[in-house]
């Protein structure tokens, strides 16, 4: 099993940028693939991006490509994410997730889910 505690959430204008940090504790952290959702209120759980277990390919969900950017440090057991050029539209409670088989993009292919960090962007 693995344990994740997201922070690094926060008030932004929009145009600004964030990084949310993601870090990990329990079984190693390099062993799993990762990945990032958000859930605005109302609105279903959808994803982010995703990292493989090396963090040499990453994913990302068309709405956040070119200004959100994942990275990951195996030795500190932490996944970030770079969040640049914010929008209003990014306002939601982030989560990191993990699971040992694929970098997917479903909610449902996830098996471990930190608390979440919220992120909210103001005109």
């Known amino acids: 099993q693995v344990q994740l505690v997201e922070s690094g959430g926060g008030l932004v204008q929009a145009g600004g940028s964030l990084r949310l940090s993601c870090a990990a504790s329990?079984?190693?952290?390099?062993?799993?693939?990762m990945g990032w959702f958000r859930q605005a209120p109302g609105k279903e759980r959808e994803f982010v991006g995703a990292?493989?277990?090396?963090?040499?390919?990453?994913y990302y969900a068309d709405s956040v490509k070119g200004r959100f950017t994942i990275s990951r440090d195996n030795d500190k057991n932490t996944l970030y994410l770079q969040m640049n050029s914010l929008k209003l539209e990014d306002t939601a409670v982030y989560y990191c997730?993990?699971?040992?088989?694929?970098?997917?993009?479903?909610?449902?292919?996830?098996?471990?889910w930190g608390q979440g960090t919220q992120v909210t962007v103001s005109s």
């Open positions: 990292s493989t277990w090396r963090g040499i390919t990453t």
């Open positions: 997730a993990a699971n040992t088989r694929y970098a997917g993009q479903e909610v449902r292919e996830y098996d471990y």
């Open positions: 329990g079984r190693t952290f390099s062993s799993y693939f």
